[in-house]
Protein backbone atom coordinates (compact mmCIF):
# COMPACT_ATOMS: atom_id res chain seq x y z
CA UNK A 1 0.00 0.00 0.00
CA UNK A 2 1.23 3.40 -0.91
CA UNK A 3 0.32 6.71 1.72
CA UNK A 4 0.23 10.23 0.94
CA UNK A 5 -0.43 12.07 3.80
CA UNK A 6 -2.29 16.23 3.55
CA UNK A 7 -3.58 18.92 5.32
CA UNK A 8 -0.83 19.95 7.55
CA UNK A 9 -0.46 23.84 8.08
CA UNK A 10 -0.61 26.71 10.33
CA UNK A 11 -2.98 27.06 12.79
CA UNK A 12 -3.32 28.94 16.15
CA UNK A 13 -3.63 27.60 19.28
CA UNK A 14 -6.93 26.38 20.55
CA UNK A 15 -7.92 25.90 16.20
CA UNK A 16 -8.44 22.68 14.42
CA UNK A 17 -6.60 20.98 11.64
CA UNK A 18 -8.35 17.92 9.86
CA UNK A 19 -5.21 15.48 8.34
CA UNK A 20 -5.81 12.89 5.74
CA UNK A 21 -3.91 9.92 4.32
CA UNK A 22 -5.08 8.73 1.32
CA UNK A 23 -4.02 5.40 0.04
CA UNK A 24 -3.40 3.42 -2.64
CA UNK A 25 -4.47 -0.55 -4.03
CA UNK A 26 -6.79 -2.44 -3.23
CA UNK A 27 -6.47 -4.11 0.27
CA UNK A 28 -6.38 -0.52 2.58
CA UNK A 29 -9.48 -2.04 4.58
CA UNK A 30 -6.88 -4.87 5.51
CA UNK A 31 -4.64 -2.48 6.90
CA UNK A 32 -4.47 -1.48 10.45
CA UNK A 33 -3.52 3.02 10.65
CA UNK A 34 -1.88 5.02 12.51
CA UNK A 35 -0.86 8.58 12.88
CA UNK A 36 2.69 9.23 13.99
CA UNK A 37 3.91 12.95 14.81
CA UNK A 38 7.96 13.92 14.66
CA UNK A 39 9.35 17.55 16.55
CA UNK A 40 12.17 18.64 15.56
CA UNK A 41 15.19 16.85 17.72
CA UNK A 42 12.44 14.03 19.02
CA UNK A 43 11.64 10.75 18.31
CA UNK A 44 8.60 9.81 16.41
CA UNK A 45 5.61 8.94 18.68
CA UNK A 46 2.39 7.37 18.21
CA UNK A 47 -0.18 9.86 17.96
CA UNK A 48 -3.47 7.53 17.34
CA UNK A 49 -3.98 4.30 15.63
CA UNK A 50 -7.64 2.29 14.39
CA UNK A 51 -8.22 -1.39 13.73
CA UNK A 52 -8.97 -1.72 10.19
CA UNK A 53 -11.99 -2.66 11.09
CA UNK A 54 -12.67 1.24 12.39
CA UNK A 55 -14.39 -0.17 15.38
CA UNK A 56 -10.97 -0.54 18.25
CA UNK A 57 -9.04 3.24 18.34
CA UNK A 58 -5.97 4.27 20.41
CA UNK A 59 -4.80 7.34 21.36
CA UNK A 60 -1.42 8.68 23.44
CA UNK A 61 -2.34 10.48 26.41
CA UNK A 62 -1.56 13.89 24.85
CA UNK A 63 -4.06 13.73 22.51
CA UNK A 64 -7.07 11.76 24.21
CA UNK A 65 -10.26 13.95 24.02
CA UNK A 66 -9.09 16.43 21.64
CA UNK A 67 -7.90 14.09 19.35
CA UNK A 68 -10.50 11.76 16.97
CA UNK A 69 -8.81 9.09 13.92
CA UNK A 70 -11.72 7.72 11.66
CA UNK A 71 -10.81 5.74 8.46
CA UNK A 72 -13.51 5.25 5.42
CA UNK A 73 -12.66 2.05 3.57
CA UNK A 74 -14.72 2.36 0.46
CA UNK A 75 -12.26 5.92 0.09
CA UNK A 76 -9.75 4.24 1.13
CA UNK A 77 -8.90 7.21 3.31
CA UNK A 78 -7.64 7.56 7.05
CA UNK A 79 -8.93 10.81 8.96
CA UNK A 80 -6.91 12.79 11.87
CA UNK A 81 -9.66 15.64 13.31
CA UNK A 82 -7.29 17.66 15.72
CA UNK A 83 -9.33 20.21 17.67
CA UNK A 84 -7.84 22.34 20.60
CA UNK A 85 -4.58 22.27 18.68
CA UNK A 86 -1.54 23.71 21.17
CA UNK A 87 1.85 24.44 20.25
CA UNK A 88 3.29 21.33 21.78
CA UNK A 89 1.58 19.50 18.97
CA UNK A 90 3.84 21.14 16.34
CA UNK A 91 5.44 18.40 14.29
CA UNK A 92 5.73 16.57 10.98
CA UNK A 93 2.51 14.05 10.80
CA UNK A 94 2.81 10.52 9.58
CA UNK A 95 0.05 7.75 8.78
CA UNK A 96 1.43 4.36 8.27
CA UNK A 97 -0.25 0.80 7.95
CA UNK A 98 0.24 -2.45 9.12
CA UNK A 99 -1.70 -5.64 8.71
CA UNK A 100 -0.83 -7.87 11.86
CA UNK A 101 -3.89 -10.72 12.72
CA UNK A 102 -2.42 -10.69 16.23
CA UNK A 103 -3.12 -7.26 17.41
CA UNK A 104 -6.86 -8.38 17.13
CA UNK A 105 -6.33 -9.76 20.28
CA UNK A 106 -4.00 -7.80 21.51
CA UNK A 107 -4.50 -4.26 20.81
CA UNK A 108 -3.29 -1.94 18.59
CA UNK A 109 0.56 -1.73 18.64
CA UNK A 110 2.05 2.21 19.24
CA UNK A 111 5.89 1.44 17.98
CA UNK A 112 7.08 3.28 14.86
CA UNK A 113 8.77 -0.39 14.57
CA UNK A 114 5.46 -2.16 14.47
CA UNK A 115 4.08 -0.60 11.53
CA UNK A 116 5.64 -1.63 7.89
CA UNK A 117 3.96 1.35 5.54
CA UNK A 118 5.11 5.41 5.60
CA UNK A 119 3.34 8.05 4.13
CA UNK A 120 5.73 11.18 3.40
CA UNK A 121 4.62 13.02 6.15
CA UNK A 122 2.77 16.78 6.44
CA UNK A 123 3.78 19.74 9.28
CA UNK A 124 1.70 20.91 11.58
CA UNK A 125 2.57 23.94 13.03
CA UNK A 126 0.67 25.71 16.19
CA UNK A 127 1.50 29.28 17.07
CA UNK A 128 0.89 30.32 20.14
Known amino acids: VQLQASGGGLVQAGGSLRLSCAAS????????MAWFRQAPGKEREFVSG????????RYADSVKGRFTISRDNEKKILYLQMNSLNPEDTAVYYC??????????????????????WGQGTQVTVSS
Open 50 to 57: IMWSGDVT
Open 96 to 117: AAVINYEWEYYGLGSSPREYEY
Open 25 to 32: GRTFSTYH
